[in-house]
């Protein structure tokens, strides 16, 4: 049964910093590596995704994965107000995305 | 572009009580999904669906039933409500071959 867990739970973090969110999973055949964000009342909505180790970055967003230690990681740059939401991390290799318990965000202006 | 809509927004049951949750996608995906969130954490998967009239069971699936009648359509019963309990149910669609989920904006129950 995979397991996903996800750390820090919180962080605060100033505006313009670095925010850097990690994700670990149990199932070394996991295939699909996503980060997903929710801001407060609103729906999930998918941010990246990667299927090989390595980093792979699109904009402020910058997302790590290393199977052999089963850890992948969100980097935000610059991080903005409207970065402030819950993240969730998210796993796939055959059955349904199986998501992590979340990491709260909150950027301070 | 596509929506997802789910019904009713807020459900209040008694404890005990059946509830149904429904959920409408116009994406024409094939696969359908149900997550529970409590608290503002992370989703549990409860159920779901590759095909009309196919049900899979997900990690959080007893004291749940699910239905897929429709490609358009997947509903989510709460087979005895418990006393207490409050979280979102959020209904997903993904295409065949796709690995990202599209979402509904949840459904709110809180269990008297």
């Known amino acids: 049964q995979q397991k996903v867990q996800q750390s820090p739970e919180s962080l605060i973090v100033p505006e313009g910093a670095m925010t850097s969110l990690n994700c670990t999973f149990s199932d070394s055949a996991s295939q699909y590596f996503a980060w997903y964000r929710q801001h407060s009342g609103k729906a999930p909505k998918a941010l990246m995704s990667i299927f090989s180790n390595g980093e792979k970055e699109e904009g402020r967003f910058t997302i790590h994965l290393n199977k052999a230690s089963l850890h992948f990681s969100l980097h935000i740059r610059d991080s903005q107000p409207s970065d402030s939401a819950l993240y969730l991390c998210?796993?796939?290799?055959?059955?349904?995305?199986?998501f992590g318990t979340g990491t709260t965000v909150s950027v301070s202006p | 572009g596509g929506i997802i809509t789910q019904t009713p927004k807020f459900l209040i049951g008694q404890e005990g009580q059946k509830l149904t949750l429904k959920c409408q996608q116009n994406?024409?995906?094939?696969?359908m999904y149900w997550y529970r969130q409590d608290s503002g954490k992370g989703l549990r998967l409860i159920y779901y669906s590759i095909t009309e009239n196919d049900l899979q069971k997900g990690d959080l699936s007893e004291g749940y039933d699910a239905s897929r009648e429709k490609k358009s359509s997947f509903s989510l019963t709460v087979t005895s409500a418990q006393k207490n309990e409050m979280a979102v149910f959020l209904c997903?669609?993904?295409?065949?071959?796709?690995?990202?989920?599209?979402f509904g904006a949840g459904t709110r129950l809180s269990v008297l």
């Open positions: 998210a796993v796939g290799g055959g059955r349904a995305l199986i």
């Open positions: 994406f024409n995906h094939d696969t």
């Open positions: 997903a669609s993904s295409p065949r071959g796709g690995n990202t989920l599209y």
